[in-house]
């Protein structure tokens, strides 16, 4: 059995994935015909290019306006019921048995919906797709940096409804050189304070400094990317000692051209050194990538071994925000998945 046969045999977690990211391009397509909304190109073939990094990508702008089409028709109640579910059919196909999906709520409430309507939205078509799939999940709630601290602190006091009801953490994404970690600082004190974890996007774009400031300020128990964080000894050093799982995400990494190359990304490096580091996507349509995909750039540009795919599949496990009992059920089926093959 090669590697590959391997990765997929294996049951595998996914902690860093974009809902408006990760939708079916034949979704989008279809909705935006149904809603009347407007598209560049006439056939579904086509129409890919404006949803997909498809081959090179020039700036973070061409990649984030990959979204606008997403964002558009996510509006609705069923239509986002529809993307959840298809997205959670797609991942246990790849024997991803466990899913921390990420979204920002209000980019949902253009057409009336509530925040509130827009969660339940979501959670709901995580618990029917549990019965359906089998797969676990659990929500990610992401304030926007350029959105301001008393948004972000708007979302915190609507997701504290359903904290441990599907809702485990709160992120903060988006445009991390005019928008610095602290000026988000009231918004996760009161996160933290009632008890949600928080994962934060740092060092994805240049600035190391804001790994530290994130765990520091923030409370920042995961750091979304890291890429940067091989700038500084000091952080790296940090991040070592106080075991802060770094949620690695390559394809993306290449795309936004925080590194020139998957060959060039730092992975390989922190994994050596003793970094907690766990696998995921980011963005599977945008970026155009499976989580099977980033398993096999891993071992053919970065020559990850069997150990280190091992590792990082355990490390998404204890990394992840799943409950006591969640992670005891991901855990028995990694070590009898371990035995089926012969690896334990
Ligand atoms: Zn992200």
New binding site residues.
């Given amino acids: 059995m090669n590697l590959m046969e391997i990765v997929k045999a294996l049951p595998k977690t996914e902690l860093?994935?974009?809902l408006d990211?990760s939708i079916r391009p034949e979704t989008i397509f279809d909705i935006a015909e149904k809603e009347n909304i407007e598209i560049p190109t006439k056939g579904l073939l086509e129409f890919e290019k404006c949803v997909k990094i498809l081959g090179d990508c020039n700036s973070l702008k061409e990649y984030l306006d990959k979204f606008d089409l997403p964002i558009k028709v996510m509006q609705k109640h069923e239509h986002i019921y529809r993307i959840t579910c298809e997205l959670l059919e797609d991942l246990s196909k790849q024997n991803v048995r466990y899913i921390e999906i990420?979204f920002a709520p209000f980019f949902h409430t253009k057409q009336g919906m509530s925040a509130e309507e827009v969660i339940e939205t979501v959670l709901k078509g995580m618990k029917d797709s549990k019965k359906k799939y089998g797969i676990m999940s659990n929500l990610i709630v992401?304030a926007m940096r350029h959105e301001g601290s008393e948004t972000s602190k708007q979302l915190v006091e609507i997701s504290k409804r359903y904290l441990n009801r599907g809702i485990v953490a709160v992120?903060l994404?988006g445009n991390e050189h005019d928008f610095p970690p602290e000026l988000h600082k009231e918004a996760f004190d009161l996160a933290n304070s009632y008890g949600f974890h928080c994962t934060i996007?740092a060092g994805?774009t240049g600035i190391h400094e804001n790994i530290i400031k994130s765990i520091e300020l923030l409370h920042a128990e995961r750091i979304?990317?890291g890429v940067y964080a091989f700038k500084d000894e000091n952080t790296v050093k940090y991040l070592k000692d106080k075991k802060i799982p770094l949620?690695v995400?390559i394809t993306?990494n290449v795309n936004t051209k925080a590194v020139k190359s998957y060959n060039e990304h730092p992975v390989k490096n922190y994994l050596n050194e003793g970094l907690v580091v766990t696998i995921n996507t980011?963005?599977i349509t945008v970026s155009n990538v499976s989580i099977i995909d980033e398993y096999n750039y891993l071992i053919e540009e970065q020559g990850f071994t069997l150990q280190d795919i091992l590792k990082v599949i355990k490390n998404g496990i204890e990394a992840s925000f799943a409950s006591k009992e969640e992670k005891v059920i991901l855990i028995k089926e990694y070590e009898d998945a371990l035995r089926k093959l012969k690896l334990a």
């Fill in positions: 860093h994935c974009h990211g990420r992401c992120d994404a996007h994805e979304g990317h949620e995400c993306s980011d963005n």
